[in-house]
Nanobody
Framework: QVHLVESGGGSVQAGGSLRLSCAAS????????MAWFRQAAGKEREGVASLDTDGSANYADSVKGRFTISRDNGKNTVNLQMNNLKPEDTAMYYCAARPGRWESLSARLWYYWGQGTQVTVSS
């Protein structure tokens, strides 16, 4: 089992950048695929980006070219660099993990979740 804690959320104006981090503990981190999801008020949770154990990344169309997911196995962290933020990126962002090589952005298929960090983008 793995415990996830997100950080780095905040408020930013449109066009700005934020970097989210997720610290993982409790298990062998590098055997887990990692992902970021988000949930805006009144909407379903949606996948943003995933990174499997082989380093292959998968992005939602809405963030391609703006967001970058990366991991640091030495520090047991996964990061989400978000550039050129838009008001529609406003949401609670969640880190997720599951064992094995996995890149799906379907939330129901991920096992472990953090508590989330809020990102607010103003126009």
């Amino acid at each position: 089992q793995v415990h996830l804690v997100e950080s780095g959320g905040g408020s930013v104006q449109a066009g700005g950048s934020l970097r989210l981090s997720c610290a993982a503990s409790g298990s062998t981190y590098n055997v887990y695929s990692m992902a970021w999801f988000r949930q805006a008020a009144g909407k379903e949770r949606e996948g943003v980006a995933s990174l499997d154990t082989d380093g292959s990344a998968n992005y939602a169309d809405s963030v391609k070219g703006r967001f970058t997911i990366s991991r640091d196995n030495g520090k047991n962290t996964v990061n989400l660099q978000m550039n050129n933020l838009k008001p529609e990126d406003t949401a609670m962002y969640y880190c997720a993990a599951r064992p094995g090589r996995w890149e799906s952005l379907s939330a129901r298929l991920w096992y472990y979740w953090g508590q989330g960090t809020q990102v607010t983008v103003s126009s």
